[in-house]
């Protein structure tokens, strides 16, 4: 379970001005859960996922990964989660299969794990025809392919995914979704963002809506939609994200 403890985030300073990107947020990321995390462009979306696997430090607050506090061992923490950012920079002069190597390696897999892991992400992402192509030339698709492969291939519990089909195709966003259903199935905790609506509502146990650093909502989608008194999910996102946002520019 990932444990987020009154966590607060700030930039800049007195002279340049501060921003407040999170402001006093507390909950947990359940195992065996999918939970969405919903947010307009600057809403804190990335700021909350940079802090939970240890990219930037809180103003205040603790977040622990299994009771392993972040801040104060983030080596052990980070050995638990399974991370695809924003910024998705594969090596461009190693293959996709070395690319998913090298941080297998990492993470301290023998090379026989290391060798079935990856030949179950090849075969799962339909990655047979760049598996042995250097990344320098892919296709934004075949990057997230990649990174994808790269984030979960030693199979970690806590699985943290910033916009995972963005410039995959419908085979292979199909192949995605079965994929962090099966792993939610076996117990793992898994926090996407997402822009896509319906691709929030087919997979999600669980929906956050973060807006002017803070979560609005926390629910499914059926409860999302009732409090917000709308007839679907984006409806009811646009509408409590137009109530509390608060015109910050902090992603």
């Known amino acids: 379970m990932i444990q987020i403890e009154s966590i607060s985030k700030e930039f800049g300073n007195k002279k340049t001005g501060v921003v407040q990107a ?3 947020i507390s909950l947990n990321i359940r195992d065996g859960e999918i939970t969405g995390l919903l947010g307009v462009n600057g809403a804190g979306k990335s700021t909350l996922l940079r ?7 809180p103003t205040a607050g603790r977040v622990s990964i299994d009771n392993i506090d972040v801040l104060k061992n983030p080596s052990a923490a980070r050995r638990r989660l399974g991370v695809l950012p924003d910024d998705a920079g594969l090596y461009k002069r190693l293959t996709a299969r070395e690319n998913i190597r090298y941080f297998g390696e990492l993470q301290g897999l023998s ?6 892991n990856i030949q179950e992400l090849i075969a799962l992402l339909k990655m047979e025809n760049i598996a042995e192509r250097r990344a320098d030339g892919f296709s934004l698709g075949e990057r997230m392919k990649t990174a994808l492969a790269r984030a ?3 199979k970690p519990q806590h699985i943290l995914l910033d916009e995972p089909t963005n410039g995959l195709d419908v085979v292979t966003t199909r192949a995605v979704r079965n994929m962090l259903l099966a792993l939610r199935d076996q117990g793992r905790c898994i926090l996407f963002s997402s822009h896509l609506m319906h691709e929030v509502s087919g997979l999600c146990d669980r929906i956050l809506i973060i807006a002017g650093g803070e979560i ?5 989608v059926a409860d999302i939609i009732a409090t917000s008194e709308t007839h679907n999910l984006e409806d009811a ?3 409590l994200s137009q109530l509390h946002e608060g015109g910050r520019h902090v992603n």
Do not use: M, R, T
């Not at 802090?51 to 430090?57: A, D």
């Not at 609005?216 to 499914?220: I, L």
């Open 216 to 220: 609005v909502a926390d629910g499914s």
């Open 51 to 57: 802090l939970i696997y240890g990219l930037q430090n």
């Open 22 to 24: 999170l402001k006093n």
């Open 111 to 116: 090379p026989d794990e290391l060798d079935n």
């Open 237 to 239: 996102f646009i509408k």
């Open 152 to 154: 979960i291939v030693h």
